[in-house]
């Protein structure tokens, strides 16, 4: 099976700290992408990446940025975490193509106090 | 701009009846149709897709149907399960079924209640 894996379930961060997620996939994966999750809103695509040290902003990139230095880890960033960055983060990976859609990770719930 | 709509935020359905979930459309150039499924504190599951050039994609107790001129799709499950309770999103690409690199657009998400 696909493993999407994001390092940690649940973060409580205070406010101006810098901040990493980390997301790592085990099935060699081209693509990875960063959403957040949050109530009445879906999920919106925070930034992406198809290659390694590759990556490209998706629609709310502001107050984030990413790395990508192994094919297997892509790290979200929050350089100095704010309120409004409470969310769930969900991390997912693919294949190129959408037959078999992305795989996602369990998320983390980041709560900015 | 909200491209992918999802107007129901909660369906309730009995279990054994069919369920039918929606999703609408804006943006004409998104070819390629998907639904994920997520419960709580997990992340989404791919359930099934569908892409433009079909009308019908079925796949066990799944059906996703696409009506282009409408611009709109719906995941139809039948028979419902109570493992089905869960929150259901609508996604969209627009470069076919070799694209999704540039990452997917979500609907906000309908809670699919399934009541014994």
């Known amino acids: 099976d696909v493993k999407v894996t994001q390092s940690s379930r649940y973060l409580v961060k205070r406010t101006g700290e810098k901040v990493f997620l980390e997301c790592v996939q085990d099935?060699?994966?081209?693509?990875m992408f960063w959403y957040r999750q949050d109530p009445g809103l879906g999920l919106r695509l925070i930034y992406f990446s198809y290659d390694v040290k590759m990556k490209e902003k998706g629609d709310i990139p502001e107050g984030y940025s990413v790395s990508r230095e192994k094919k297997e880890r892509f790290s979200l960033i929050l350089e100095s975490a704010s309120t409004n960055q409470t969310s769930m983060y969900l991390c997912?990976?693919?294949?190129?193509?959408?037959?078999?859609?992305?795989?996602f990770g369990s998320g983390t719930r980041l709560t900015v106090v | 701009d909200q491209q992918v709509k999802q107007n129901s935020p909660s369906l309730s359905v009995q279990e054994g009846r069919i369920s039918i979930l929606n999703c609408d459309y804006t943006?004409?150039?998104?070819?390629?149709f998907l639904w994920y499924k997520k419960y709580p504190a997990e992340g989404p599951t791919f359930l099934i897709s569908?892409?433009?050039?079909?009308d019908k994609n079925e796949d066990g107790r799944f059906t996703v149907f696409l009506n282009k001129s409408a611009k709109h799709l719906s995941l139809h499950i039948v028979p419902s399960q109570p493992g089905d309770s869960a929150v259901y999103f609508c996604?969209?690409?627009?470069?076919?079924?070799?694209?999704?690199?540039?990452?997917?657009?979500f609907g906000k998400g309908t809670h699919l209640i399934i009541q014994p």
């Open positions: 997912a990976s693919s294949l190129p193509g959408l037959r078999y859609g992305y795989t």
């Open positions: 996604a969209a690409s627009d470069g076919g079924s070799g694209g999704g690199a540039d990452g997917l657009t």
């Open positions: 569908i892409s433009s050039i079909k």
């Open positions: 943006n004409s150039m998104f070819d390629y």
């Open positions: 099935m060699d994966h081209e693509n």
